[in-house]
């Protein structure tokens, strides 16, 4: 069973030994039962960036957010249930003009955050070249 500290653990070790992470900070974490919680990391990341995620894991369903932003969103990916007509729903993205897409996200905290890791670093490449 996956629990809050073993889930929270394991996404602190991603985020920092990730290239692009500043600093990982643990701001909220509620614990509602041993399989029900939720957390949300905020990351400061090269050249004034944020990322946020938050996970809420229900008997083990997943809600998530990740949001790369500066003083704006810029973009985000999450699985609140609307966009329906899209054929990854209710999983989706929030590109940097505000337009809905298909996300590849599956719900898998541990591989969408490494997937959302390489698209964050892709869009942040476009400002160094």
């Given at each position: 069973?996956?629990?809050?500290?073993?889930?929270?653990?394991?996404?602190?070790?991603?985020?920092?030994?990730?290239?692009?992470?500043?600093?990982?900070?643990?701001?909220?974490?509620?614990?509602?039962?041993?399989?029900?919680?939720?957390?949300?990391?905020?990351?400061?990341?090269?050249?004034?960036?944020?990322?946020?995620?938050?996970?809420?894991?229900?008997?083990?369903?997943?809600?998530?957010?990740?949001?790369?932003?500066?003083?704006?969103?810029?973009?985000?990916?999450?699985n609140k249930e609307e966009f329906n007509y899209l054929d990854t729903y209710p999983h989706h993205h929030h590109d940097e003009?505000?337009?809905?897409?298909?996300?590849?996200?599956?719900?898998?905290?541990?591989?969408?955050?490494?997937v959302v890791l390489q698209k964050v670093e892709l869009f942040l490449s476009k400002f160094t070249e």
């Open positions: 069973m996956i629990t809050l500290p073993v889930l929270l653990g394991r996404f602190m070790s991603v985020l920092q030994a990730h290239p692009l992470c500043q600093q990982a900070q643990i701001i909220e974490t509620k614990e509602f039962s041993p399989d029900r919680f939720l957390f949300k990391i905020r990351i400061i990341l090269t050249r004034g960036y944020k990322f946020q995620i938050r996970i809420y894991y229900n008997q083990g369903h997943v809600d998530y957010a990740y949001q790369l932003f500066t003083n704006v969103p810029l973009l985000r990916w999450d003009q505000g337009y809905i897409k298909p996300s590849p996200l599956t719900g898998n905290p541990l591989e969408d955050v490494e």
